[in-house]
C-alpha cells in the first residue's frame, strides 16, 4: 500500500509531513522502513490464526517482541518512534501472557528446535492477537505517514481507516 494511500484512508488525523514540525532524517526513515519490513513478514499479524500452527504463531509474536525489546532497550530511538512501539511491545506481552507462555517457552519458539511440540491456544489469545493487529495497525500508519514509507498490502489492511 502506498503511503499517499494510507495519508487519504486516515480521515480526521493531522499530522505534518515532511513539514516544518517534523523532517524526519534519512537514518529515522532507514529505521522505521527496516521495522515497517520486519512486521510485514510476521504472519501473525495478518495471517487467519487458525491457518496458522500455533507454535509458530506464537513464535511470531514472541519474535515481535524481542525485536521491539532490542530496538527499545538501546535507547537509541527517536521518542517519536519509540512511542508508537511501546504500545506494540506491550500488546505482543498480553498475548504471551493470555497464550500462557513462559519466558523460557517464547524464547525456545523464536528458534524452534522441537517439530512435533504444538500447543492448543487459548481463547482469551484471539481476543489479545486481534487488539496486537489493532495496536500494530495503529502504530504502523503513523509511522507509515511520518516518514513517507510504503507498506506491503496485507499489513496496510491493518490500518484503521480513521483515526478520529
Request: with cysteine; charged share 30%; net charge negative.
Amino acid at each position: 500500500m502506498r503511503y499517499s494511500t494510507i495519508v487519504a484512508r486516515l480521515n480526521g488525523f493531522d499530522t505534518p509531513v515532511f513539514g516544518r514540525t517534523l523532517t524526519p532524517s534519512d537514518q529515522e526513515r532507514a529505521t522505521v522502513r527496516g521495522l515497517i519490513a520486519f512486521l510485514e513478514d510476521r504472519r501473525a499479524l495478518y495471517e487467519s490464526p487458525d491457518r496458522e500452527v500455533t507454535d509458530d504463531l506464537i513464535g511470531s509474536v514472541a519474535q515481535i517482541r524481542q525485536r521491539l525489546n532490542e530496538l527499545l532497550t538501546t535507547g537509541e530511538l527517536p521518542e517519536t518512534i519509540a512511542e508508537l512501539l511501546r504500545p506494540i511491545r506491550a500488546a505482543c506481552r498480553d498475548f504471551l501472557s493470555a497464550a500462557q507462555i513462559g519466558e523460557a517457552d517464547a524464547q525456545a519458539l523464536i528458534d524452534p528446535s522441537d517439530p512435533e511440540r504444538v500447543r492448543v491456544l487459548r481463547p482469551r489469545a484471539y481476543f489479545q492477537l486481534k487488539g496486537l493487529r489493532d495496536t500494530a495497525g495503529f502504530a504502523i500508519g503513523l509511522l507509515a505517514v511520518r516518514y513517507g514509507i510504503d507498506v506491503e498490502d496485507q499489513i496496510g489492511d491493518l490500518i484503521p481507516d480513521t483515526y478520529a
